[in-house]
């Protein structure tokens, strides 16, 4: 079967950083994926990793461990618009299998 | 604009009744998809298409059955709708490329946030 697993919520302070986790057992492996959805609304891509490392873009950056099935999210300089979710997804074989999301509370 | 759009936005009905969603992506994907939300927010693939062929049934009720006129198009109709079926359905769009390619992203509808009463 397929795995994935995340926290269920964090919260953070503005202008801080947070790291959102992800851990997978998934039987095949094309890509891990991070996508954003705000409340009432559809998700977005955010990023993307095949190999192993990190991959930055702004303030968002992804890591990514094949051999630990592991990967994170950093959002630096958290703003108050970043208060959504957060979807890890693993791609295989045509198919994204997502996690069940990491609800972000940003305070002022 | 470019965009996967969906209707209804919102579809609220009885029990036992038929209903359809409806998507269209004008963004020249050969792949679509429906995806189910539920309240615990975990999304799930149900049926994908590539160039108005299925390619992916996850074992989902056959009331459930999709239609895709042309590749731009993938319509959901669900007969005998039961109260387990309410959940946000997400149609989505990719463009394969290949394995590992960034292009296989996901571009997904506003979504239709069913009810059944």
């Known amino acids: 079967g397929q795995n994935i697993d995340q926290p269920t919520e964090m919260t953070a302070t503005e202008g801080a950083i947070v790291q959102i986790n992800c851990t997978y057992q998934?039987?095949?492996?094309?890509?891990l994926f991070w996508y954003q959805q705000h409340a009432g609304e559809a998700p977005t891509f955010l990023s993307y990793n095949v190999l192993d490392g990190l991959e930055e873009k702004g303030r968002f950056s992804s890591f990514l461990s094949r051999s630990k099935g592991y990967s994170y999210l950093l959002l630096k300089e958290l703003q108050m618009k970043d208060s959504a979710s957060y979807l890890c997804a693993v791609h295989n074989f045509n198919k994204f299998y997502f996690g069940s999301g990491t609800k972000l509370n940003v305070k002022p | 604009d470019t965009a996967v759009s969906q209707t209804p936005k919102y579809l609220v009905t009885q029990m036992g009744n038929d209903k359809s969603i409806k998507c269209e992506q004008n963004l020249g994907h050969d792949t679509m998809y429906w995806y189910k939300q539920d309240s615990k927010k975990f999304l799930k693939i149900m049926f994908s298409?590539?160039?108005?062929?299925?390619?992916i049934n996850e074992t989902v009720p056959n009331r459930f059955s999709p239609k895709s006129p042309d590749k731009a198009h993938l319509n959901l109709h669900i007969n005998s709708l039961e109260l387990g079926d309410s959940a946000v359905y997400f149609c989505?769009?990719?463009?394969?490329?290949?394995?590992?390619?960034?292009?296989?992203?996901?571009?997904f509808g506003s979504g239709t946030q069913l009810s059944v009463l």
């Open positions: 998934t039987s095949g492996f094309n890509g």
């Open positions: 298409y590539n160039n108005k062929e299925l390619i």
């Open positions: 989505a769009s990719s463009l394969p490329t290949g394995v590992g390619a960034t292009n296989e992203k996901l571009f």
